[in-house]
């Protein structure tokens, strides 16, 4: 599974881009907009080993390999599917998928481990050329619209820095799932509210 996930949910009519809909978006820490104290604090709630990661590929991303595939220490949890980064909900979800015929075996990884988990990691937490905070509404007209949907319980994708992102930035919709881990969105029936809510404005019912 990808170190973040980020599903679009875009309509296109007539060749023109009319929403978007971003679930558990990735988070990086190192956003120069973020309070230090805030993204501190929200750092430090994550499992060591991932800490430890998130680190190495944001101030030293060319060890990241050699951090990746060593054997000493526990590396990247998300990558490894430590238990811990998985909340009560997630492990309901999981149990459910694993007893589903699989079609589709590790199909996030086929192009390879680099290609997939580290690049993501790369990508994801290195330097980035702008600044999140400073994008504007992409939708001055209202033509369209752009909703971030996170889990409350997500222990991967921190709900308090992406309450202040939307707060920053409040031509984002926000949908807070109370119940939700990261996987929220693989419950049946959380797929269509995505796109109701999207598409036609119809808010989800609390989990």
Known sequence: MK???VVKATI????RLTGAALVVPVINYWWPSFPPE???QA???LIVPEQRTLWIAHNAPYFLYLWMTQKWLPSSAAAMHHPEIFSDHDMEVIQKMMAMPRTI???????????SIHRDLLVAFGNWEFDLMNITNPFPTNEGSVHIWQGYEDRLVLVELQRY???KLPWIQYHEVQEGGHMFMLVDGWTDKIIKALLVGEEASPM
């Open 3 to 5: 170190l973040f996930r």
């Open 12 to 15: 296109c009519y007539r060749c």
């Open 38 to 40: 805030v993204s501190r």
């Open 43 to 45: 750092f430090k709630k």
């Open 105 to 115: 075996e590790n199909k996030s990884r086929q192009q390879g481990i680099y290609e």
């Open 165 to 167: 992102l939307s707060k």
